[in-house]
């Protein structure tokens, strides 16, 4: 049990992403499913403004359940959210070529393709997304010097 502890506690930002952007994948879907089949908009602007809200989904999860980053100043909060979109720009582009690779290109049904590169965007989205929010210096030593902690008393109890 406390080896799954230490992993947990270790890879923390990557479980909570993975959850958190599961959700967001589902908001994306689902966002495109309603514009695209309920109001029949064209696909790639029923999945812009899936992205779109996806991404505004994203931030506020990211920033404040996923890397814990916190609402310091407007100035500081103004870097994050411009980060933020920079770097879901690039998955943007991703996003909307996927899909017309796959709908125009390969004829492949809309749902289909959005579900693939839902998966294919959201490797990108977290290996840029822990740039805007990465924790600091002395953030990550004092989680480092709390695990090596951790560990000295799991094995201390093991020796009594």
């Not at 909570?16 to 908001?27: E, K, M, P």
């Not at 309603?34 to 790639?44: A, G, N, Q």
């Not at 920079?86 to 796959?102: K, P, T, Y």
């Not at 210096?137 to 709390?146: F, H, S, T, V």
Request: charged content about 15%.
């Amino acid at each position: 049990m406390a080896f799954i502890k230490r992993l947990v506690f270790k890879y923390r930002d990557f479980l909570t992403y993975t959850i958190f952007g599961f959700l967001a994948s589902l908001v994306n879907i689902f966002t495109y499913w309603v514009f695209r089949h309920t109001i029949i908009w064209p696909y790639l602007l029923a999945n812009t403004m899936a992205w779109f809200v996806a991404n505004l989904f994203g931030f506020f999860t990211n920033k404040s359940l996923v890397f814990q980053s916190k609402y310091t100043t407007f100035g500081a909060v103004c870097r994050e959210v411009l980060s933020f979109f920079f770097f879901r720009g690039v998955s943007f582009f991703l996003d909307n070529g996927l899909m017309i690779v796959a709908i125009s290109f390969l004829g492949w049904q809309s749902m289909t393709a959005k579900i693939i590169d839902q998966l294919i965007v959201g490797i990108v989205n977290y290996i840029t997304t822990r740039y805007t929010f990465r924790k600091t210096e002395q953030q990550m030593a004092l989680r480092g010097r709390i695990l090596r902690r951790y560990n000295a008393i799991l094995k201390r109890g093991h020796n009594d």
